[in-house]
């Protein structure tokens, strides 16, 4: 499964963006479908899931903040960032895990490239 992320950029501390993975083969599928990020000398961590039936997930450093959607006929997933901080600064990727619901037990079946986002202060 080939995953393409995309809608990172700079932006300033309270700004908003959007990402957008989608799957090449623009496919209906009920994997459920994540964002990860790895931020300069960190390790990657789990932003947020959702699932085919629409069950999310968050962490809570992005819970108010974040909003994670889906479109299950095509299988694209989005991710609102709003009120952006530095901290959110890192590389966002995308991924899909086999199963109804998110677990955090196991890693991701499949990943994307990942997609830029910075926010200076």
């Known amino acids: 499964v080939q995953l393409q992320a995309s809608g990172g950029g700079l932006v300033q501390a309270g700004d908003s963006l959007r990402l957008v993975c989608e799957r090449a083969?623009?496919?209906?599928?009920?994997?459920?479908m994540a964002w990860f990020r790895q931020a300069p000398g960190k390790e990657r961590e789990f932003v947020a899931a959702?699932?085919?039936?629409?069950?999310?997930k968050y962490a809570d450093s992005v819970k108010g903040r974040f909003t994670i959607s889906r479109v299950n006929s095509d299988s694209t997933v989005y991710l609102q960032m709003n009120s952006l901080k530095p901290e959110d600064t890192a590389v966002y990727y995308c991924a899909g895990q086999r199963g109804w619901q998110y677990s955090s037990d196991r890693p991701p079946d499949y990943w994307g490239q990942g997609t830029l986002v910075t926010v200076s202060s």
């Open positions: 959702i699932g085919w039936r629409g069950d999310i």
């Open positions: 083969e623009r496919t209906y599928s009920t994997h459920v």
